[in-house]
């Protein structure tokens, strides 16, 4: 039998009203004739709680207890989808992650999947039960719990569908799908109907919440469609997939994104010697600071400019790696910049169309927006800007590239 | 190095100031040298609350997905803890039943402990940490995760007390140990000093709710050394141990207690043949019903009456099974009589002195409370009672036996 797995975030199990009417999402595939595989997130905002009540003791929580504490939260909301399921007259069971031996890494809190014990719940599957796995968790080697870090029910959601082979995927949130930015800035974004694994990747990491980045990675990887929809209605959503199927209709521009909370570190007149920018991006690495984006110009033969960007959160870490590493690199000064906002365009289509970064730009000169630093990949153009200029900047990019538009009635750009 | 085992329930727990407290008893035990297992329910009211939630899905949740829901609580109250022995500066880890391989029957909500995995705990305490154990709960052969009914933590307390050869099983609670009676209804009790398992198993039973019957039980097959005391306070509590132990100043009745809400069935006429009670009371057990006392009394050649009490809350559960029973033994009535109440007396005493019983019905007399049904155990004489005179008669009862006063300073009753 053809198996789907539907993950509900916090949101949409948020109270019994809400449990009930997942409950019948998951009742119309059953009768569709699938067999389902549930993941849930906690309860609304339990997982917050649950921090605040751990920090209420220990302002620095040893990780493996937090994770031991956070993992109830999405136990009790997968036990609880089950009596909810039981309610209705159909059978189902709960699972925490170490129940299907979910194996994880032993990093706590950032734990990763390395495999999933799909046995167990096939047994389960193929006695007529809906199978319920908490997300968010995993156990590590000893049996000590492991969650997977913000938004990991994505993740456990996808590893489930690639381990069962489901067909497909169904992330249910509390809005219609992925959009071209996010609406509570450009309000006339439209959702987007098919992305691949890799624009989605791109507006993941650029800030577009919808979906955890390490999530569709796994969906890249073990090829799994996911498809992103609204609990709240029968919309077709957003479908993430392979580039093949998603580029059917030659979407230059796919999303646009913004990233409000951003900070600018520079290292002035670093040695410019083999090894000083791994020095500094291995000291970065260790403080689990995740650097964005790194420019690196030359300043006469022997010295370089070192300039990267981080999420504000991360910055007071990055500040004391970086006065760790500064002798030995020779670096003769710092500067720290953190009112700036980074703007990025990204679209497959890049790769094969003329003129997109042109019209990024002049788009931003014409709304009177200054560009501190640029940074490209492949498939994505960034601008960081003042941290007061980001929305205009933001508007100024969806308006030049019709992402309040349907695809078709875009505006194309002359192919490479 | 000795170990000690520590447990403290959900009003100990209940709130980050109250878990702070705990963890200062843990503290000063690791000071003095001990290795300490702390054994934590649930905070506060969140099992009650966890309840509502599943029945708000379900007025009948699968007992398998209500134990996964429950198990929940004990999980965060431990990790919590932990979480406030590290900020003290020691060293801590928390488990859940599973990890630490509590196992137990399959039997879901009301589960028996079969065995305990001691070399990882014992590992971590070896390595100087206090190991935390969540209460209430264990796992069966597949996984699934079982609990041990209400009360259970101590359950759990006890069998790793047996299990790592603790000097002590210290159960925290928040008044200061075991009363001759409940000092709610007689405010004159005072606190027993020692009481042996059997006395404290009777008190249990009859109502007494310091302490899961469970608990005692095992406590009594390993031997293991309970000393239930304030969380609150530093007074020594009451010590639960072998009868030679506790009968150093031979009490004679060591407590009373009183049962409020129970129920009278009555069989009338039943075909008195052998195996008719058998049938009866295996019906009554497969129903799950805890039947209190039994009485038959012959009535002519070929019929009996069979009598017996219940909880009020298993009442309906009872007249159900009775009511499938009832023609298979011939009975050609049935009366059902719920407001009563049972007062008990209880002492190892009773099997060596005289006099105890006319006491107990001469001091009822007197307070003018008409004994319905008597029944006995070697150490105990429990009289059912209109609901209307319990407390009187409880009162009347402590008063004959001196249960306001000391050991010391009891009347005296013949030896046999």
Redesign the interface.
């Known amino acids: 039998m053809a198996i789907v797995v539907q993950k509900f975030g916090g949101t949409s199990v948020a109270n019994?009203e809400k449990?009930?009417r997942a409950a019948q999402r998951v009742i119309q595939r059953v009768k569709e004739g699938y067999s389902v595989v549930v993941v849930a997130s906690a309860r609304g905002q339990q997982t917050d709680e649950?921090i605040a009540?751990?920090h209420?003791?220990?302002?620095e929580?040893?990780e493996?207890?937090?994770d031991?504490?956070l993992?109830?939260?999405e136990?009790?909301s997968?036990?609880?989808f089950?009596?909810?399921l039981?309610?209705e007259g159909h059978n189902?069971?709960?699972f925490?992650g170490?129940?299907i031996r979910m194996m994880t890494d032993g990093v706590h809190t950032k734990a990763r999947i390395k495999s999933i014990d799909a046995s167990r719940i096939q047994k389960e599957l193929d006695a007529g039960k809906v199978v319920l796995v908490a997300g968010f968790q995993g156990i590590d080697d000893d049996?000590?719990i492991t969650t997977l870090g913000r938004g990991g029910s994505d993740t456990s959601a996808v590893a489930l569908a690639a381990a069962m082979k489901a067909e497909e995927c169904e992330i249910f949130t509390d809005v219609d799908g992925v959009y071209t930015t996010d609406p509570r800035i450009f309000k006339d974004a439209v959702k987007i109907d098919k992305i691949s694994y890799d624009e989605m990747l791109e507006m993941a990491s650029m800030g577009a919440g919808v979906m955890h980045s390490r999530s569709i990675e796994l969906g890249k990887k073990c090829d799994v469609r996911i498809h992103v929809r609204n609990s709240g209605n029968e919309n077709k959503g957003t479908i993430i997939t392979s580039e093949e199927e998603a580029q059917m209709e030659e979407v230059v521009v796919s999303g646009a994104t913004i990233q409000k909370d951003m900070a600018k570190i520079g290292l002035v007149n670093v040695d410019h010697k083999p090894g000083n920018a791994a020095r500094v991006f291995s000291k970065l690495a260790e403080a689990r600071v995740l650097v964005n984006d790194i420019i690196q110009t030359e300043v006469g033969p022997k010295k370089a400019n070192l300039t990267f960007t981080v999420g504000s959160s991360d910055l007071k870490a990055a500040k004391k790696a970086i006065d760790d590493v500064r002798d030995t690199v020779g670096c003769e000064d710092i500067f720290v910049h953190d009112n700036i906002a980074e703007v990025s365009i990204i679209g497959v289509g890049m790769r094969s169309h003329y003129g997109i970064a042109e019209k990024m730009f002049t788009s931003l000169f014409k709304a009177g927006v200054n560009i501190d630093l640029i940074t490209t990949s492949e498939i994505r153009i960034s601008c960081v800007v003042e941290k007061k200029d980001a929305e205009r900047a933001l508007i100024a990019v969806c308006k030049a590239f019709d992402l309040d538009k349907p695809v078709g009635k875009r505006k194309k750009y002359p192919r490479k």
Do not use: C, W
Not at 56 to 59: D, G, Q, R, S, V
């Open positions: 019994a449990i009930k649950l009540d751990a209420e003791l220990n302002p929580p040893p493996r207890e937090l031991q504490l993992s109830t939260g136990i009790q997968v036990s609880l089950a009596m909810a039981h309610a189902a069971i709960s925490s170490g129940q049996g000590n």
